[in-house]
């Protein structure tokens, strides 16, 4: 987005748009069409097949900064798998079940066990992409499903890393948990080695610094969906430079339990998705783009579905304003000319062209978000809830049939009660739900960045902790806890030492010194002991709240949830911290210009939410100006607020569903160059001084009509236009 500057220089002015701040992008495994040229700052050319250098010489050509993406687990590597790159067959490097099933991607795309040799073979094939002139390398999904392990090659890897005989992961809890960490492992380990050497490569042979990013679900979603992945362990690999926060509908709508109802929660799951990966660079240099999908890997589901989950997800993302970057679209070829259900369900049809325009319009405006005037509606404590990579670690309940964990297919229909419960993820949905329902800013909060960093805590005056789905990887972690806690911090403990995984080989069940859970240390830490009946406690300068409870019974009824909600309120009362919880039905974020806003249901009211004022609103095809917006239960908006720097008298884009790349005012008006994906209508919103008494739109050589319509009160201009493949589309507006 381009924004007219204050100053005047003479009486015209220009802005253009340039790409190399990379604030938007999207990844493509397609050649380039004119079609899906959505005139981002930068392509992820997906996939290192033979065409992969073509590919990255006709983006180039369009003038994008061009990256790579290839998964790092799986993907079209039948070259390797074949022996044709080493002389030796690798398909005993797929990830396989208990069943000696093969897990994979599709037909002979088995997710890998990631092999030395196997990395030695992406490193190959990415330095072809890196002759091309890559700036960057994308690695997905470092995924190890949990019902892998089973394969010879994984169990190679166990002998190395545990110096003992592989034992089945479906034995006990101990085999499953150490068969997890060995997972995290392992991808940490070629992450590493990947990004290292292709370093040096760049630097040695060409003299240009390559920067690494990994696109990976959320812990959230990676622990609920039963994959493990490094996740935070990528922190303390000094070769990345940041990652993708791949969250979308397909992640968030998998449905989770509230008051003891099962269903699809996007808007709140995708709040603390996104919260979790905002975390992920907290404290650090590196970068995090978010990610949204106007459609999903789930082709079943109509437009209008489509549209009203993917609107959630960007506002989602957009309530947390530690993040301003973003990947607007994976495959845009599948969403600009793919197909999908009529509402009638009786035919397929393409995406309608309201849906097209609003979605362009969206992803230009998401490239103007870095704003440095933030304002929170309502009181914005923010209350942490501990989360830690060892949840991946402890998906499988062990039981005596054992069978295989299907895959999540998107709805959850090849699921048994068992597999169903542990899919619903609730020990955590559990202490989230009940206070986000709330109108409260949850926060997930790494327990192992605590060791990381120093005061890592610092920014949280209340946490909420439970060992019954996580455990503390270092019994260090319980002295940062505690020290923070003395020093005025609340912390709330839900649990009652029934996870089996208490009794995994651990630092706190081994040793000289032996506790029955990691509790019984933490505890033990803050001078409180073990058996201390539930209850508010004062440690220090702070507060100890203990519910004997198990989490996941907190999603289950409202009268539990009600139960957590009284803990935390009631310690933070004993507290001497001057903590304020308002409880609303609704978030709200002003973002500079832009006002962003959703309203949940299942909260303590119904009732809507009005906002008065001058606005555009952004999800309008039609870019309406509006005096109020009043959003009911389970809508959300983005408007522009055409109050915001009222000193600002010029012309001034609102926004485009085009890349404007030139806005020139003149003695009597202004001209504007766009460009984007022909086929699709464009609009525009601009503030206009005067009344617009000649308008003109060129094309090439070609001068064509243009629609408009003139706003007197607002004082702005729509405009309704098109692109040509290859071609800028230029506006002059008179006055």
Known sequence: MIFIPDFWRGDDFMVTKERNEEKTGFQESGPYRATYDLQ??????????????????????????????????????????????????????????????DISHGKDVPYMVPSI???KFLVERVKVAIDEGVEAVHLEEPEFWVEGGYSEAFKREWRIYFKEPW??????????????????????????????????????????FLRFYVPTHSLINYTQWQIISPESKLIDLPAIDGYIAQIWTGTSRTPNVYEGVRKERTFETAFLEYGMMQELVSGTDRRMWFLHDPIE????????????????????????????????????????????????????????SDYATTLLTVMHTLGNMKQDDIQIHGNSENIGILVADSMMYQRKLIDSSSEAIPHYDGTGNAMNATHQELLDFSPFYGL?????????????????????????????????????????????IHN??????????????????????????EWWNTGNRKYHSPRDHLFENLGISPETEQGIYK?????????????DKCAKSKENGDL?????????????????????????????????????DESINDRPLEIKGAYVNLFDPKLRVVDEMTLKVNENVLLYDLTFNPSNKGVRLIAASSRVEELKQINNGFEMTAKGPEKLFAVARLTCPEEPSAIEMVIGNDILPIEFEWDQKSKTIFLKYFHRSGQETKISVMW
Not at 565 to 589: G, P, Q, T
């Open 480 to 505: 940062a806890l505690a020290q923070w806690v003395k020093e005025g911090g609340v912390l709330i403990y839900i649990g009652d030492d029934s996870d089996p995984y208490h009794n995994v080989r």
């Open 40 to 101: 981002t700052d930068f392509v992820m050319v997906y996939g290192i097949d033979q065409s992969m250098p073509q590919r990255i010489r006709d983006w180039k050509e369009k003038g994008y900064i061009v990256h790579l993406m290839t998964g790092v687990s799986w993907g079209d590597y039948q070259t390797y798998l074949n022996g044709k790159f080493d002389g030796q067959l690798h398909w005993d490097e797929g990830q396989r079940n208990k069943d000696n099933n």
């Open 167 to 208: 034992t089945a992961p479906h034995e006990s809890e101990d085999a499953q948990y150490r068969a997890s960490k060995l997972k995290a492992y392992l991808y940490t380990r070629t992450l590493d080695r990947l990004c290292g050497e292709l370093k040096e490569y760049g630097l040695s042979k060409y003299n240009r």
């Open 432 to 476: 989230a739900l009940p206070l986000l329902k709330r109108g409260l800013w949850v926060r997930p909060v790494q327990l192992d960045n605590v060791r990381r960093f120093s005061n890592y805590l610092n920014q949280y005056r209340a946490l909420i902790l439970s060992y019954e789905f996580l455990k503390p990887e270092y019994p260090d």
């Open 117 to 119: 040799s196997f990395s």
């Open 564 to 600: 957590l909600r009284a803990m935390v309120s009631k310690s933070i009362e004993c507290s001497s911290k001057d903590i304020l919880l308002e409880e609303k039905n609704h978030f709200m974020i002003k973002r500079g210009p832009y006002t962003i806003a959703a309203v949940m």
């Open 539 to 551: 440690v220090g300068a702070g507060v100890l709240g203990f519910l004997s409870l198990s989490p």
């Open 297 to 352: 890997d789930n082709p079943r589901h109509t437009w209008s579905d489509y549209k009203e989950n993917y609107f959630k997800t960007v506002v989602a993302s957009l309530l947390h304003q530690g993040i301003s970057d973003y990947e607007v679209s994976p495959w845009p070829r599948r969403i600009f000319e793919g197909k999908h259900p009529s509402e009638d369900g009786v035919s397929l049809e393409g995406i309608p």
